[in-house]
């Protein structure tokens, strides 16, 4: 069960490893780019190249939904990036459903663990497989495995690596579980250890910048909201978005937000203790470019 590229990887992680798939489940096919023509999800497409049965529910407690489901007779079900399941689906097999999480569980359950741990400067993140139960990402932990992240890596970076990681941790977490080695271990046993961190869903204002903050901070945020769905901040009164930046720590006498430029090299904004140059950007109404391709065809105010 998943629908984007993250869940593709695990899909053909079991196939390679010899795993019968009783049938996939994705999303609905929905319109989507400019034209607004229907998409097929990346793991509908693939499931199409290798004739695999395809199921796209649009409710998951649909009687006909769930009598489908009941026909593949999946002994165990693999849930990588797709919906939340009720208790009727995650529940129907006779090895339960196993979910696969981008954090080292119980820190970060949420939608966007990935982004949140770039943004709180985290240098070290995860893949975990759990048992999937009622409440949200709290499930029996079966397998993790850490995984570092680099000062400068952005949260599209990190996913690329993660989905092939966490493909090989579910082939292992199925080999486990097939063989009888596995042994789950509650998550109420490590959250009660530490101050636990949520991953909720990246809003619109969770977007915007706060030349208000340090470097480092503004920093992490456009790494850890980079490619999608970008920090962003306003120049001559158009949104821009920024994607990728260099930290510049030293003093000054700026106010917070304020842009500077030569005009040919470097674009720069004032922060507490510092600037951010960008060097990667698109403003509203233009394409996503370089810094230097940017000040190319635009003149600073």
Same mark, same amino acid.
């Given at each position: 069960?998943? &629908? ?9 992680? *079991?196939?390679?490893? =010899? ?13 989507? =780019? ?34 489908? *489901? ?26 339960? &459903? /196993?979910? *696969? ?7 970060? !359950? ?7 741990? /770039? /943004? ?5 993140? =995860? ?41 090989? *941790? ?52 456009? !790494? ?21 930046? /260099? ?55």
């Amino acid at each position: 069960m998943g &629908t984007p590229d993250f869940a593709l990887s695990s899909l053909e992680a *079991l196939m390679k490893a =010899g795993y019968q798939i009783a049938g996939v489940v994705t999303s609905p096919d929905k319109p989507a =780019g400019r034209g607004m023509k229907v998409q097929e999800s990346a793991v509908k497409k693939f499931a199409m190249r290798h004739q695999l049965k395809i199921i796209q529910p649009l409710k998951l407690k649909d009687p006909g939904f769930l009598d489908s *489901l009941r026909t593949l007779d999946a002994q165990l079900q693999v849930v990588v990036a797709f919906r939340m399941l009720p208790e009727q689906v995650w529940n129907m097999p006779p090895m339960g &459903t /196993i979910n *696969l999480h981008g954090s080292l569980l119980p820190q970060y !359950r949420g939608a966007a663990p990935i982004n949140w741990a /770039i /943004i709180n400067g985290e240098k070290e993140t =995860g893949v975990t497989t759990f048992k999937m139960k009622q409440e949200i990402d709290t499930g029996d932990i079966l397998l993790q495995e850490k995984i570092s992240i680099g000062d400068d890596e952005t949260a599209g970076e990190l996913h690329d690596r993660m989905k092939i990681i966490g493909a090989s *941790l579910v082939v292992r977490t199925v080999q486990g579980l097939a063989d009888g080695t596995l042994r789950e271990k509650p998550q109420d046993l490590l959250a009660d250890h530490f101050l636990l961190k949520p991953a909720p869903k990246i809003i619109t204002e969770t977007c915007r910048i706060d030349w208000d903050q340090p470097v480092e901070t503004i920093h992490n945020l456009i !790494r850890g909201l980079s490619p999608y769905p970008s920090a962003f901040s306003s120049l001559s009164g158009k949104m821009l978005k920024i994607f990728r930046s /260099i930290k510049e720590i030293v003093e000054h006498g700026e106010l917070p937000g304020t842009a500077k430029s030569d005009g040919k090299t470097f674009l720069k904004f004032a922060c507490t203790n510092g600037y951010i140059l960008v060097r990667e950007l698109q403003l509203e109404g233009k394409k996503k470019m370089k810094v230097e391709e940017f000040l190319r065809g635009y003149r600073l105010q």
